[in-house]
Protein backbone atom coordinates (compact mmCIF):
# COMPACT_ATOMS: atom_id res chain seq x y z
CA UNK A 1 0.00 0.00 0.00
CA UNK A 2 2.65 2.31 0.70
CA UNK A 3 4.16 1.62 -2.59
CA UNK A 4 1.16 2.74 -4.12
CA UNK A 5 0.94 6.14 -2.31
CA UNK A 6 4.23 7.09 -3.14
CA UNK A 7 3.85 6.07 -6.46
CA UNK A 8 0.64 8.35 -6.31
CA UNK A 9 2.88 11.27 -4.52
CA UNK A 10 5.95 10.91 -7.02
CA UNK A 11 3.21 11.06 -10.06
CA UNK A 12 1.91 14.45 -7.83
CA UNK A 13 5.29 15.64 -7.68
CA UNK A 14 4.57 15.59 -3.33
CA UNK A 15 8.08 14.32 -3.03
CA UNK A 16 8.25 15.69 0.60
CA UNK A 17 5.01 13.50 1.22
CA UNK A 18 7.20 10.15 -0.25
CA UNK A 19 10.03 11.05 2.07
CA UNK A 20 7.78 11.76 5.02
CA UNK A 21 5.66 8.84 4.33
CA UNK A 22 8.66 6.17 3.73
CA UNK A 23 10.74 7.61 6.42
CA UNK A 24 8.21 7.05 9.84
CA UNK A 25 8.32 2.98 7.95
CA UNK A 26 11.94 3.00 8.66
CA UNK A 27 11.40 3.90 12.38
CA UNK A 28 9.98 0.65 12.57
CA UNK A 29 12.37 -1.46 10.50
CA UNK A 30 15.20 -0.33 7.68
CA UNK A 31 13.98 -1.71 4.57
CA UNK A 32 15.46 -0.86 1.74
CA UNK A 33 12.28 -0.22 -0.46
CA UNK A 34 11.47 2.45 1.48
CA UNK A 35 14.77 3.72 1.08
CA UNK A 36 14.69 3.81 -2.53
CA UNK A 37 11.17 5.69 -2.58
CA UNK A 38 13.19 8.30 -0.58
CA UNK A 39 15.91 8.22 -3.02
CA UNK A 40 13.89 8.24 -6.11
CA UNK A 41 12.00 11.61 -4.37
CA UNK A 42 15.65 13.13 -4.18
CA UNK A 43 16.42 12.07 -7.31
CA UNK A 44 13.06 13.26 -9.01
CA UNK A 45 14.19 16.82 -7.75
CA UNK A 46 18.07 16.43 -9.03
CA UNK A 47 19.02 16.27 -5.83
CA UNK A 48 21.43 13.47 -6.70
CA UNK A 49 23.83 13.33 -3.81
CA UNK A 50 21.08 12.65 -1.41
CA UNK A 51 19.47 10.20 -4.15
CA UNK A 52 23.04 8.24 -4.09
CA UNK A 53 23.25 7.87 -0.87
CA UNK A 54 19.92 6.52 -0.58
CA UNK A 55 20.40 4.35 -3.46
CA UNK A 56 23.76 2.86 -1.91
CA UNK A 57 22.40 2.25 1.28
CA UNK A 58 19.14 0.10 -0.66
CA UNK A 59 22.00 -1.59 -2.35
CA UNK A 60 23.88 -2.58 0.69
CA UNK A 61 20.34 -3.72 2.39
CA UNK A 62 19.10 -5.74 -0.77
CA UNK A 63 22.93 -7.34 -1.51
CA UNK A 64 23.23 -8.33 2.76
CA UNK A 65 19.42 -10.47 2.01
CA UNK A 66 19.89 -11.84 -1.07
CA UNK A 67 16.90 -10.10 -2.71
CA UNK A 68 18.78 -9.62 -6.26
CA UNK A 69 15.16 -8.70 -8.25
CA UNK A 70 15.93 -5.10 -5.89
CA UNK A 71 19.71 -5.28 -6.46
CA UNK A 72 18.76 -4.92 -10.13
CA UNK A 73 16.45 -2.32 -9.78
CA UNK A 74 18.57 -0.24 -7.54
CA UNK A 75 22.03 -0.64 -10.23
CA UNK A 76 19.34 0.97 -12.82
CA UNK A 77 18.40 3.94 -11.03
CA UNK A 78 22.14 4.40 -10.62
CA UNK A 79 22.96 3.94 -13.95
CA UNK A 80 19.89 6.36 -14.89
CA UNK A 81 20.89 9.11 -12.51
CA UNK A 82 24.91 9.14 -13.70
CA UNK A 83 24.32 8.46 -17.58
CA UNK A 84 21.81 11.84 -16.44
CA UNK A 85 25.18 13.50 -14.79
CA UNK A 86 26.61 13.22 -17.89
CA UNK A 87 28.42 9.66 -17.06
CA UNK A 88 26.77 7.94 -19.78
CA UNK A 89 29.64 5.15 -20.13
CA UNK A 90 29.15 4.69 -16.25
CA UNK A 91 25.67 4.81 -16.14
CA UNK A 92 25.72 2.24 -19.11
CA UNK A 93 27.82 -0.33 -17.23
CA UNK A 94 25.39 -0.15 -14.13
CA UNK A 95 21.98 -0.19 -16.44
CA UNK A 96 23.73 -2.95 -18.09
CA UNK A 97 24.30 -5.11 -14.95
CA UNK A 98 20.55 -4.48 -13.73
CA UNK A 99 19.71 -6.33 -16.98
CA UNK A 100 22.72 -8.92 -16.60
CA UNK A 101 21.04 -10.28 -13.05
CA UNK A 102 17.25 -9.67 -14.62
CA UNK A 103 17.90 -11.94 -16.97
CA UNK A 104 19.96 -14.31 -15.10
CA UNK A 105 16.68 -14.26 -13.16
CA UNK A 106 14.18 -14.72 -15.33
CA UNK A 107 12.67 -11.30 -14.15
CA UNK A 108 9.97 -9.49 -16.59
CA UNK A 109 11.69 -6.23 -15.54
CA UNK A 110 14.16 -7.36 -17.91
CA UNK A 111 11.91 -5.56 -20.63
CA UNK A 112 11.77 -2.39 -18.77
CA UNK A 113 15.55 -2.31 -18.53
CA UNK A 114 16.53 -3.42 -22.06
CA UNK A 115 15.41 0.11 -23.45
CA UNK A 116 17.54 1.70 -21.68
CA UNK A 117 21.08 -0.45 -21.84
CA UNK A 118 20.30 -0.26 -25.95
CA UNK A 119 19.70 3.57 -25.84
CA UNK A 120 22.65 4.37 -23.92
CA UNK A 121 24.93 2.17 -26.02
CA UNK A 122 23.60 4.10 -29.16
CA UNK A 123 23.96 7.37 -27.98
CA UNK A 124 28.03 5.58 -27.27
CA UNK A 125 27.74 4.42 -30.93
CA UNK A 126 28.96 1.10 -29.26
CA UNK A 127 30.18 -1.69 -31.65
CA UNK A 128 29.19 -4.87 -30.71
CA UNK A 129 32.50 -5.78 -29.99
CA UNK A 130 32.62 -2.61 -27.93
CA UNK A 131 28.92 -3.39 -26.24
CA UNK A 132 30.46 -7.59 -25.77
CA UNK A 133 33.77 -6.10 -23.86
CA UNK A 134 32.13 -3.93 -21.69
CA UNK A 135 29.20 -6.42 -20.63
CA UNK A 136 32.59 -8.81 -19.94
CA UNK A 137 34.14 -5.91 -17.82
CA UNK A 138 30.73 -5.48 -16.00
CA UNK A 139 30.51 -9.14 -15.06
CA UNK A 140 34.39 -9.53 -13.56
CA UNK A 141 32.97 -6.38 -11.55
CA UNK A 142 30.32 -8.51 -10.10
CA UNK A 143 32.85 -11.08 -9.35
CA UNK A 144 35.46 -8.94 -8.35
CA UNK A 145 33.70 -6.13 -5.75
CA UNK A 146 29.68 -7.02 -5.80
CA UNK A 147 30.06 -3.84 -8.89
CA UNK A 148 30.90 -1.48 -6.09
CA UNK A 149 33.80 -0.19 -8.45
CA UNK A 150 31.31 0.19 -11.08
CA UNK A 151 29.75 2.94 -8.57
CA UNK A 152 32.51 4.44 -7.35
CA UNK A 153 33.34 5.02 -11.47
CA UNK A 154 30.04 6.54 -11.95
CA UNK A 155 30.07 8.98 -8.86
CA UNK A 156 33.33 8.85 -7.56
CA UNK A 157 34.16 12.61 -8.95
CA UNK A 158 31.16 13.87 -7.98
Same mark, same amino acid.
Given at each position: ?????? @?????S??? %??????? &???????????? /???? @???Y? %?Q?E? %??A???????????????????????????G /????????? &?? @??????? =??????????????E? &???????A?Q????Q???? =???R &???E?????????L????? @?? %?
Amino acid at each position: MTGRIS @GFFTLSGLY %DGVRRLN &EELLHYEEHPLP /ISWI @GRAYF %DQSEY %DEARKKFETALKIVQQIGDRAGEAGTFAQLG /IMASERGHV &EE @GLRLVAL =SAMILSSIGHARIKEV &EPWVNGLASQLNYTQEQFD =SMLR &EVAESRQRDRSWSLIEAAF @GE %D
